[in-house]
């Protein structure tokens, strides 16, 4: 390119210096031509040459040439040949044409500029004016801007080399090295901390990439001695990788297809960009590592502002973003059947029906259309995803979509499905309250394989069947026949990832690094420090918990000062009055408390009312005394797994309500009645003065059984039993029935 740039630089000087050439040589000419008119006239030669001899000294100028209008030389400068054969030519060309000649020619080697013009003494041609430059200038000229621009380029070039090194060493070799010597940890099995390039550097992707890789193999390495642990010891973990594999051998390689209202990776416009952020909820938190572990394609509704823009025309996306492992199909609503459906049936209808909570459920008929409606339309969504697929194995999750394994199994008898209701079942009495009661028994029936997390609630589903329909019930199976169709009920209590299990590359939290993080969360440091982790709704226990914690100020003014609960609190369905009212009765209930016991900058109940990640979360978990779940009544609640889960240090103590699920694997928290106020303030008092050597035995205790029965194990388990259920055979002339 500089070779290029000179070229057409030195064209463009030529030019110029020709033209600036032959504009003086013009200039001259015109300037004798009267002089030597008027001496040819009067036939002076003489003077002429006197006058020539005094226009030929000028720079670059080589002579000054009078001819008469012969040819004939009449004078000329000294040192001019007489009879030059350009210089005739060009006059005889001159006097024939009776026009100016300009031109470079070559003589004797050197090159020059030719000058003609045509004299006229009285209107007739009396001869010819030659002036005669020297052009040699013009190629030293040249030659020096080759020369310059050469040394210019080599300059340049040593230049952008140096500048090359210098970049290649900070960007590309220095990273590299850096990467080299972090795998090499992780190949040898000592791993450090991740390489932390600088921001925008060009191997940044690469880095990303290669840390995804060594959190694979990390994962797979801890597994893997896991497993050969556990084989020693004869026991069965179960793991993502056994999951994956147990999955492949029951499916044969068929996809898996979950179906949930809740979707586990959301995009939100915050600040003038996109973000994906993960929705608060239990159902998140336990479905999303199965998926992970075996891959297929989950359905759920788009809620977040920006999950259209992110996904492509039929509203798929490869998720997680950072490490894709599924498939995320998004169903759009409208905001009308999402106020119906969501907000209207399922959560002021269904949710405080199967919620003993004294909440009054309300049923309108506009919301049970609306119910319907989104139920088919997802139905048609996932009869669309396994349209090319044979008897495949399809899990519902939740009481949003009570007739959709009867709308799914009408058009696609050969596929198996599952539906896990993740809150508890009512008795027969409370159910008896739903107007539709019928229609949502026969929506369920028509799954396979219906889920609840106690066998409680499995009892009181069955109990609410034979009250409300006819149908054949094996209690000692355990399942519900009905027109040709069975139906298996079976509990399968859900848990979480355990940290082994899912561990990456990095290193775990100090508790030093936790206590920092959650002294600047809360702006102080208490003595002793209690967690709840909710979404804020009125079966969660939340006003009973902060009367709990003022009761225990009150018996024991002590801790005033040295006691802070910290209520870590997601606001959910604020559309609707009930949660509204809620939010505010909190809010009210914490300044009340704060107001009456706060001391200097110490209060007793800090609330953070937000969306809270996990990485928020975890630093609280691991420097909490103890976390409190008071649920008034729970079909699990995975919050008490998580913070047991959390507890490597196998410390910490866990006030569990007895109407929770996880109150009958848990049996070493300390169980309470959530509905008493002194209970749980005994409680408070219990943990916080429990001797260390029974916090570390009870803590063990329950990362045991959480341990053993993780996340892993419930699906497999689900998968499991659906998998290996008998279809009903199809004879073609019966029609499943429609709720």
Request: a neutral charge.
């Amino acid at each position: 390119m500089a070779s290029v740039f000179s070229y057409v630089q030195v064209q463009n000087e030529r030019d110029r210096f020709e033209q600036d050439l032959d504009v003086r040589a013009e200039l001259l000419a015109e300037s004798l031509q009267e002089s030597v008119r008027e001496l040819l006239r009067t036939n002076s030669p003489a003077k002429l040459q006197r006058l020539v001899n005094r226009f030929g000294n000028r720079d670059k100028l080589l002579g000054i040439i009078v001819y008469d209008s012969l040819g004939v030389e009449v004078a000329a400068s000294p040192g001019l040949s007489p009879n030059m054969p350009v210089a005739s030519t060009y006059v005889l060309e001159v006097l024939a044409r009776d026009q100016k000649v300009s031109s470079f020619v070559l003589d004797g080697g050197r090159r020059k500029h030719v000058y003609v013009a045509p004299l006229y003494v009285e209107g007739k041609r009396a001869g010819a004016l030659l002036v005669l430059h020297d052009a040699l200038f013009i190629e030293a000229r040249l030659e020096g801007i080759w020369q310059t621009n050469f040394v210019r380029v080599l300059m340049h070039s040593l230049l952008i080399i140096l500048v090359t090194v210098v970049v290649v060493r900070l960007s590309i070799t220095g990273p590299i090295a850096q990467v080299a010597k972090w795998m090499r940890g992780l190949r040898t099995g000592k791993p450090s901390q991740p390489v932390a390039l600088p921001r925008g550097d060009i191997l940044g992707p690469l880095a990303v990439e290669v840390t995804l890789l060594a959190k694979s193999l990390a994962v797979a390495r801890a597994t893997a001695e896991e497993e050969a642990r556990l084989r020693v010891e004869a026991g069965s973990l179960w793991t993502a990788e056994r999951l994956k594999e147990h999955v492949r051998l029951e499916l044969g390689g068929k996809n898996l297809f979950l179906v949930s209202n809740r979707e586990p990776y959301m995009h939100v416009r915050q600040s003038g960009s996109i973000e994906c952020i993960v929705p608060a909820g239990g159902l998140v938190t336990a479905l999303d590592p199965i998926l992970q572990a075996c891959g297929g394609v989950w359905i759920a509704h788009g809620s977040g502002d920006a999950d259209l823009e992110m996904s492509d025309s039929k509203g798929r996306l490869s998720v997680p973003p950072e490490d894709p492992r599924y498939t995320l199909k998004r169903i759009s609503i409208t905001k009308e059947e999402e106020e119906g459906y969501y907000y209207g049936f399922s959560n002021e209808g269904i949710w405080p029906l199967c919620h003993i909570t004294h909440t009054r459920p309300l049923f309108r008929l506009t919301d049970w259309v609306s119910y319907q409606k989104v139920n088919e339309k997802f139905a048609e969504a996932i009869l669309e995803e396994i349209r090319d697929e044979t008897e495949p194995l399809v899990l519902v999750q939740d009481y949003h979509f009570a007739l959709l394994p009867l709308l799914i199994k009408s058009k696609r008898p050969d596929a198996r499905v599952a539906i896990f209701w993740h809150i508890p079942w009512p008795n027969p009495e409370v159910f008896g309250i739903c107007p539709w009661k019928q229609e949502i028994l026969l929506g369920l029936l028509g799954a396979d394989l219906i889920g609840f997390h106690i066998q409680f609630h499995c009892n009181n589903f069955l109990e609410t069947v034979d009250r409300f329909l006819e149908s054949k019930i094996n209690w000692d199976q355990f399942t519900v026949e009905r027109k040709g169709g069975v139906t298996a009920v079976k509990p399968f209590p859900i848990s979480v990832a355990f940290p082994a299990l899912k561990s990456g590359t990095e290193p775990d939290v100090t508790p030093e690094a936790a206590r920092n993080t959650v002294q600047s969360r809360m702006g102080e440091s208490p003595k002793y420090l209690a967690v709840g982790v909710d979404r804020i709704d009125y079966t969660k226990g939340i006003i009973e918990r902060f009367k709990a914690v003022e009761r225990f100020l009150e018996k024991y003014p002590e801790y005033v000062g040295e006691f802070t609960f910290v209520e870590l609190g997601a606001p959910s369905r604020t559309h609707i009055k009930r949660y509204h009212d809620l939010m505010a009765e909190v809010e009210e209930t914490v300044e009340k408390t704060n107001w009456r016991f706060r001391h200097k900058d110490w209060k007793p109940i800090i609330f953070l009312k937000a969306h809270h990640g996990h990485k928020t979360i975890n630093p609280f978990y691991k420097v909490a005394h103890l976390c409190m779940v008071t649920s008034l009544h729970d079909g699990m609640n995975l919050v008490a797994k998580e913070f047991v889960a959390a507890r490597d240090d196998e410390d910490g103590v866990l006030v569990l309500s007895q109407f929770t699920g996880a109150s009958r694997e848990l049996q070493d928290a300390i169980i309470v009645n959530p509905y008493d106020v002194e209970e749980m303030a005994e409680a408070i008092h219990t943990a916080l003065t429990m001797p260390p050597k029974e916090r570390n035995e009870r803590m063990h205790r329950m990362r045991e059984v959480i341990r053993d029965r993780n996340v892993y194990r419930w699906a497999g388990n689900i998968i499991s039993t659906l998998s290996r259920l008998s279809l009903p055979k199809q004879t073609g002339d019966e029609a499943p029935e429609q709720p």
